[in-house]
Structures are given as C-alpha cells and as structure tokens.
C-alpha cells in the first residue's frame, strides 16, 4: 500500500515521481463459481454482465437456405457460450420467416434452446416486424414470470438476418419502441448488400456499436463469440 499526503506542504505540486510495473488479472466470475467481483454499473455489452435476459432473434427465410444448420450451431454456440444459469443469464429464442414464434420463453436451461434450434428449417418470408415486436414482448416484463428486473438484469435482443424484411418501415417503428423501452438490439447482418446494412445499423440496431456485418454464414460464430467477451478500458487517472 502506498499512501502520498502533501497537506503538510499545501499541496504544492512536487517533481518527485514514481515507475512501477503493473499486472492485472481479469477473470469473468460466470465461468468460475469462486471468483466473483461487484457487476459493472456502466453498462457494458452482453459479456460484461453477471444476469441478463437475452432473446435471440433468428432469420430462417428462404434465402438462408443451406445455410440454416450453420446458423442454428452458432446460435448454439453463443447460448452456451453466455453460460445460462438461474441466477445469471437467461436466454429465450424467437425463430422468423413470414411469421414469428416465440420458443422457448427466457431460460436457463440450454438443452430446451437446442432441442428447438435442431427443429429449426428454412422457408418463407422475412417478417422482421413480427420478430422484433415478438421479442420485445417477452423482454418488457409482462409479469407473467419470464422477464426479470431490468435495472438487475438489463435486456438484450440479438438479431441475426441476411435479407432485408418484409415492411422495411413497419420493422423499423417496432425497432424504435424496442429502443425506447431499454432494451439494447444487436443485429448481425451476415451476407447483406451495402444498402441492406446501412438499413440494419441505422434503423434497427441501437447503435453503429451493435451492428455487425458478417461477410457469410462462416463467420457467424466467431461473430457471435466477440458478444460474449467483456472489454475494459484501464485508464491512468494520476
């Protein structure tokens, strides 16, 4: 411990300094039960939170196609990745073409996300709308016993597509209630075209800081993964 008082000198400024060599260890307490540390109050992403409620959002239009078994893995990737427990992060899953469905409800049980992820086949239309508007239902505490205090376990939507939607202006209106109500929506446009994307990161995702363009299907996981990290800035405030 080091403990510099300059009182005695009125605190006028002193030319002495001091070189030190720092390390640090940084260790998220979901990955190992006796190592914990108090939840980051600056909001943060996805990883940099203790207890979330996370709705994956996920395209399975026809233009997925052969694409939908590397969707649903990665998806499946990131839900084990997130680490859901009950006293830490749950996880519902909203699949969408022309309609949207809601299966299961915010969870903490991985198992049941990949029983319906394994179910998950590709046809129909973009309905992006109906998947926002769907998601954001289970995540503004309905009380029906799935969603959990925000200020305690903030929302986060997920969205992964690769088309524009159906109603462009219709998905856009239920992005900004999404917006409105707290809830932080990522969306990961994979294959898109240049106007596609700028459409998702500026009338759907909650920021340019949470879009993401993903060149194919490929790269989906890794995207994916990059959620769950948590980085910190270490500023020198002397």
């Known amino acids: ?36 540390c108090g939840e980051l109050d600056n909001g943060g992403g996805i990883g940099c939170r203790e207890k979330s409620d996370v709705v994956i959002v996920l395209d399975s239009s026809g233009s997925i196609d052969n694409n939908i078994g590397v969707a649903t893995s990665a998806a499946m990737s990131f839900v084990e990745a997130l680490n859901p427990t009950a006293s830490g992060t749950h996880v519902a899953l909203v699949d969408f073409d022309s309609t949207a469905t809601l299966d299961p409800h915010l969870t903490d049980d991985a198992s049941a996300i990949q029983t319906i992820l394994n179910g998950i086949t590709a046809g129909g239309g973009t309905n992006l709308t109906a998947a926002i508007n769907t998601a954001a239902g289970e ?3 309905p ?20 088309g524009d939607p159906n109603n462009p202006v219709t998905a856009a209106a239920a992005a900004a209630a999404a917006h409105a109500d707290g809830i932080t929506v990522y969306v990961l446009g994979v294959g898109t075209t240049a ?5 998702l990161e500026t009338e759907i995702a909650s920021s340019p800081d949470t879009y993401f363009d993903i060149a194919d299907f490929g790269d989906l996981k890794d995207a994916l993964m ?12 002397i």
């Open 1 to 36: 411990t080091l403990t510099c008082d300059g009182s005695a000198t009125s605190n006028l400024t002193q030319t002495d300094s001091l070189t030190a060599d720092l390390s640090f260890r940084i260790e998220q307490a979901r990955h190992n039960d006796n190592f914990t």
């Open 139 to 141: 995540l503004e505490n």
């Open 143 to 162: 009380g029906d016993g799935h969603d959990r205090d925000d200020v305690e376990s903030p929302d986060f939507m997920v969205i992964i597509t690769d």
């Open 195 to 199: 106007q596609t994307s700028t459409y």
């Open 226 to 237: 990059n959620l769950t990290e948590c980085e910190l800035d270490i500023v020198d405030q």
